[in-house]
Each structure stands twice: as C-alpha cells, then as structure tokens.
C-alpha cells in the first residue's frame, strides 16, 4: 500500500492513504476479529469471551506485524481469535461459521465505504470541487479497497488465516494441527512473498474484480436518483 503510493510520488494519496491504514487497522480489523468472537459465542463458545476478544477495543486485536503488512503492501491481519470447536454443537460447521464470520465483515465495511464513496464523488462534481470531498472519496476508497484485500488475503488456506480454519473441514485433524503449529513463521514467509511481489499480482487481480463489483453495485442507487 505505502510502497505503491510513494512510488506515485501525489501527497494527497500518501497522505490519505497513511491514514487509511491506520483507520483500517484501529477500527476495521477489530470489527474483522469482533465478528468471529461474537459467532463463536452465539454458537457456545465462550473462549473469545473469556480471552477478552469480544470486544470493539482494537488493543485486543492489533498484531503489529500484521499491523506493518497493512501499511505497507495493504495486506494484514490481527490475532487470530482462539475458539474451541468442541463447544460448538456441530465443530466443523462451527469452526466454518466463525472463520468466515471475519471476511464477511470485510465485505459489508467494503460495501459501505464504496457507498460513502461513490456519494463524496457525486457530491464533488454535483455542488463544489472542494479539496475535502475529493480527499473525503480517495479515504473511502482506500478503507473499501483494503478491506476487499482483507476478504481476498484472509480467505487463503493458509495458518494463522481464516481460509485455514475453512479448510480444516477438508483436511484430517492430525496434518491441520501438525500445519498449525508453524503457523507464526508461515506467516512470515507470506509476508516476504507479498514483500517480493510473487503473491502480489493475483492477490491484487482476485481482489480488483471483487473491486469492480462492488463499485458497479454501489454506483447503482446513485444511477437511479440521476
């Protein structure tokens, strides 16, 4: 994220897009993490509860690793919320529901931010090109691209992301709890990957026609009222 807006050497979008970072980091992703703690706990399990998880306040979300991911190459994650599938009345559909709880919100957040988006941009060219609407757009914009990243990035079946707990349906108990255990430096090597760009590209790709869609049907009511 950083590092392609320095490259595009414009101010406003480093500057704007900084602070997007920090937005997402603070208050998206513990929406991300607080959405997998409360379906965790309306299927039985008080774990996150307990570990202090289901909560808004992002102190008990923020992995500042995952936290430095998101503001450099826009992909990143938070700590993970530890849940306990035995509680769960069905583990696997449980395990499921909650891992898939957190790109959702994701989705939903994407959703808004290109809504509030598409309205600074009809706003600016309709009644005043001020400086603030078009800053207030280029903000949306970035908090509703990040966050399609986020569903793209934490759908990938790979530990500590949600896309592993999904796919511990799949694979037998004793290979995803051999996997888990590496799951920190796993990590870090997806991070040198993205660093050195060999996911970036089809992250980027997957996440661009996520993108367009949800552009195309946030700019729909705003076709209707013109």
Request: aromatic share 14%.
């Amino acid at each position: 994220m950083l590092l392609t807006l320095i490259r595009s050497g414009d101010p406003l979008q480093i500057i704007t897009g900084i602070l997007t970072s920090i937005f997402i980091v603070f208050c998206s992703m513990p929406i991300h993490e607080y959405a997998h703690a409360l379906v965790a706990t309306k299927l039985g399990d008080e774990t996150p509860r307990l570990q202090g998880r289901l909560t808004l306040n992002p102190i008990a979300h923020v992995d500042w690793l995952g936290a430095a991911m998101i503001l450099l190459v826009g992909f990143g994650y938070a700590k993970p919320v530890q849940v306990n599938p035995r509680n769960f009345k069905n583990p696997k559909s449980g395990m499921i529901l909650t891992a898939a709880a957190g790109p959702f919100s994701n989705l939903i957040m994407a959703n808004i931010f290109m809504l509030l988006r598409n309205f600074a941009d009809a706003a600016f060219f309709k009644y005043a090109e001020s400086d603030v609407l078009h800053a207030a757009a280029l903000f949306f914009y970035y908090a509703a691209y990040i966050n399609v990243i986020q569903v793209v990035f934490n759908l990938l079946p790979i530990p500590p992301l949600d896309g592993s707990r999904i796919a511990s349906f799949f694979i037998p108990k004793k290979y995803y709890f051999s996997i888990m255990k590496y799951e920190r430096y796993i990590i870090i090597g997806v991070f040198v990957l993205l660093m050195i760009g060999v996911l970036d590209i089809p992250l980027r790709f997957l996440s661009g026609l996520l993108m367009n869609a949800i552009d195309y049907v946030s700019r729909l009511p705003f076709k209707a009222v013109g």
